[in-house]
């Protein structure tokens, strides 16, 4: 302890009184939350046996030592509150210092200096008692008491004295199993009610700071004044039992700031925020400054960064964390920034070597040396005379990156005690870092695989409008299976599906492409949807046991204005009539979810009528764990009942909707991956529509291109007359001349449907064999027609019906 020693002492010498100190906090309940090695060896018990007992019962101190004459003047302390035992028992609300006797049997009474601090925020911790032994500082520091007439505990602002500030230093070094963001709290309300002083005499206070608990070798050593004559020998290089257990406590506190830091990082798989909670982790316990540098693959997500890095190897400043007012480094060394360093740098023998580097101290010419890195940014008067440690944050022997870590000149320089406690939490963080930029750049492949997967729906087709969202998890590893799809079908129809891969990750995503591209291509092939259902459930149960997915499909018919749908397990779809306007679930047999297998699917038929709108979503739009999934389910059908300007506004409000929802009841937004399609089923007027029998004789092919002819002229169509007539006479021809059996036993029919584009389609009885595109030779008599179909036809295709097949082409207008 430095101090002042009488009435005249001038106030610069009332430096600083380094004692050993009792740190106590106690929770609302009268509860010991934590106890500081100072205060075992005050009080006795161990932090193990003290720790959720009373604090009553570990501290049995009485108040002021009125039966002492030397303090009986002084055992009403005005301002300074009641009693410790009172204060412990109560809880005072405001701070209180005072001087205490410990009876405890088997013990010599003890003179105890004692201040507490009233608490506030948001932990258990709701008083902090500190303490120390008057009796023992008394006769190892007997020029205090000269001159004298006692020691009295006391407050004061600690902008009073110079060097005040080292208790914000220190004192979370001695909050054991504490947090650095609860000592922090901590020390910054003891610091607002007053700065802990011990009164000398009526003029000499002097700041107090613990001397307790953190390694001091290093310090006492270069503290110790060099020996002038007279001076006492001092034993050298002989531990004492006191430098044994300030090591021990030394050790012990490394190892509890590791298995602090160890509990605070690696949370979650997210990059950013790991890089967050790496800083935070070290300051203000371990280091008052902390910067954080990554090389560009890790921020980026990519795969391991290829080779060594070297000179030219750019590093990105990721995190600052510091002690000093705020935005004082802000400007010179922002967040983002990204920089090579030199070869003759401590940083780059650290990326290089893999090793921590440590520099005592920063001297004038390394500072000017890492300053010229920095143009026309002058960081040397924050880092000369600082200590400095370099870390480097490795995974599989590669560094991924470094922390540069700095302590004000008043601190303690770093040792090498702080190089393998560094090097250990280096080595912990860069795990933790290695792991989310893995896991981050599982989810980017993921991602890119879904959305790559993901159809481009056209927004309109022949008497349906259509419009779609995805939107992925909002929590890491939510890139799931969902997908949505439309696809075209003979006879103007249109399919529509959404499905739901069970699971997430880059696995989901791949089933999920595998599974939509079997689904679209039995769908061209038109199969009924229960029999598409049925194909696929068998298909999933043959590529594996793990292939499970909810789907529903639908067929949307605008000719006869119905729609045909199964469900595997899904939820239902959503109807708003356009008559008024109201949204409804449509009731479907649920099913059992693709790749269960054995289970009968369903066929539904449900009537439509044009401007009705169809809204069909996966469960992540609607459903939260542990709520009822009737709660989203009846949002999603008031909200797509809402009028919109567009189909792409419809989709947006039902987003909205479901998100404003699931706010409103504490469910903390949405966190699975989200498919929405939303359709318009517009349907064909009749008018549009002309239908006609052909007996599929060689007479026919004439009468369909008189059929064409008429009803083109009659729909103001005439510049396509010349194009369907040729098709269609190509495409009767081929049903004529390929049917198996008799030609007046063959029945067919030809349809025009008008729309964006004019569709023909020719239906035959007559075999499902469907025509393929074939290469004739100069001297082939047959093979020419669908080649010309294809030449002339924006799109054609065939399909098998019930009897037989459907051949059909479609024309541009316009």
């Known amino acids: ?140 520091h007997p020029a205090e008491g000269r001159g004298t007439e006692r020691i009295a505990p006391g407050f004061a602002l600690h902008t009073e004295f110079p060097g005040s500030d080292e208790l914000a230093r220190w004192l979370p070094e001695i909050l054991p199993g504490m947090s650095v963001g609860e000592s922090g709290r901590i020390v910054s309300q003891v610091l607002e009610l007053g700065c802990p002083v011990m009164e000398f005499s009526h003029h000499d206070r002097v700041p107090v700071t613990p001397d307790w608990g953190v390694p001091r070798r290093e310090r006492r050593g270069a503290e110790r004044r060099p020996r002038a004559a007279g001076d006492a020998a001092e034993p050298l290089g002989v531990p004492t039992e006191q430098d044994l257990d300030l090591e021990y406590a030394a050790v012990r506190e490394h190892l509890e700031l590791l298995n602090e830091v160890s509990g605070r990082i690696g949370s979650s798989l997210d990059l950013a925020r790991t890089i967050e909670e790496v800083g935070a982790a070290v300051v203000p316990r371990f280091t008052d400054v902390a910067g954080t540098y990554l090389r560009e693959q890790v921020i980026a997500g990519e795969g391991f960064p290829d080779g060594p890095p070297d000179a030219s190897t750019l590093w990105h400043r990721v995190a600052v964390e510091h002690v000093d007012a705020p935005g004082r480094w802000d400007d010179v060394v922002p967040v983002g920034e990204s920089m090579a360093f030199p070869v003759h740098t401590p940083f780059f023998q650290c990326m290089t070597t893999g090793d921590p580097v440590l520099v005592p101290r920063i001297s004038e010419e390394m500072g000017t040396a890492i300053a010229a890195r920095f143009e026309k940014r002058d960081i040397r008067p924050l880092i000369n005379g600082r200590s400095m440690l370099v870390l480097p944050l490795k995974a599989r022997d590669v560094v991924l990156g470094f922390m540069i870590l700095l302590r004000h000149p008043g601190r303690a320089l770093f040792n090498d005690m702080d190089r393998v406690t560094g090097a250990e939490l280096a080595a912990r963080a860069g795990l933790v870092l290695d792991n989310a930029r893995m896991y981050t750049y599982q989810e980017s492949v993921a991602d890119s695989l879904q959305t790559s997967m993901l159809p481009r729906v056209a927004p309109r087709t022949a008497g349906c409008d259509t419009a779609t969202r995805y939107l992925p998890g909002t929590l890491l590893g939510r890139v799931g299976g969902d997908w949505f799809d439309s696809v075209k079908l003979p006879g103007s129809r249109t399919a529509l599906v959404v499905g739901d891969v069970m699971g997430h990750g880059l696995n989901s995503a791949a089933m999920m492409g595998q599974l939509r591209t079997a689904v679209q291509t039995m769908a061209a092939l038109d199969l009924p949807p229960e029999q598409l259902l049925r194909n696929l459930d068998d298909l999933a149960q043959r590529l594996g046991p793990h292939y499970l997915a909810t789907c529903l499909y639908v067929v949307y018919d605008p000719v006869r204005g119905e729609l045909l749908l199964a469900n595997a397990g899904h939820i239902p779809p959503v109807l708003v009539r356009a008559a008024d306007g109201r949204g409804e679930l449509l009731d479907l047999p649920t099913g059992a979810p693709i790749g269960v297998g054995g289970v009968a699917f369903e066929c539904v038929r449900v009537p439509v009528e044009p401007g009705d709108r169809l809204v069909m979503c996966t469960d992540g739009l609607v459903e939260v764990r542990g709520e009822d999934i009737g709660v989203g389910l009846a949002t999603l059908c008031e909200s797509a009942a809402h009028p919109a300007a567009s ?141 010309v179909v294809n030449s002339v036809a924006r799109e054609w295709g065939a399909s098998r019906t019930g009897e037989g097949k459907t051949v059909w082409f479609e024309l541009a207008l316009g």
């Open 1 to 140: 302890m430095d101090s002042g020693t009488g009435p005249t002492a001038p106030r610069e010498r009332a430096a600083t009184g380094r004692i050993p100190l009792a740190v106590v906090v106690v929770d609302g309940d009268g509860l010991v939350s934590h106890w500081s090695t100072g205060a075992r060896r005050l009080f006795g018990p161990p932090r193990e046996e003290a720790v959720g007992r009373l604090a009553t019962d570990l501290m049995p101190v009485s108040g002021a030592l009125a039966d002492d004459r030397a303090y009986a003047a002084y055992e009403s302390w005005e301002g300074l509150g009641p009693g410790l035992d009172d204060t412990l028992s109560g809880l005072t609300s405001y701070p209180a210092a005072g001087r205490a006797t410990l009876f405890e049997p088997g013990r010599d009474r003890l003179d105890v200096l004692w201040w507490a601090y009233p608490l506030v925020g948001p932990g258990p911790e709701r008083l902090l008692v500190l303490a120390a032994d008057a009796g023992r500082l008394e006769s190892e």
């Open 647 to 787: 189909m792409d506004d419809a989709c947006d409000t039902v987003i909205r909707a479901l998100a404003a929802s699931s706010w409103r009841e504490g469910r903390g937004g949405r966190k699975d991956d989200v498919a929405l399609l939303m359709a318009r089923l517009n349907g064909i007027a009749e008018r549009d529509v002309a239908q006609w029998e052909l007996t599929l004789e060689p007479r026919e092919v004439g009468r369909a291109r008189r059929l064409v002819r008429g009803q083109l002229a009659a729909w103001g169509l005439e510049e396509a007359a010349e194009s369907t007539e040729l098709l269609v006479s190509e495409v009767v021809t081929n049903a004529v001349r390929h049917g198996e059996r008799p030609t007046d036993s063959r029945r067919g029919a030809l349809r025009l449907v008008r729309g964006d584009g004019l569709l023909c389609e020719v239906t035959d009885d007559d075999g499902h064999a469907l025509p393929a595109l074939t290469s004739a030779g100069p001297d082939d008599e047959a093979g020419r027609g669908l080649a």
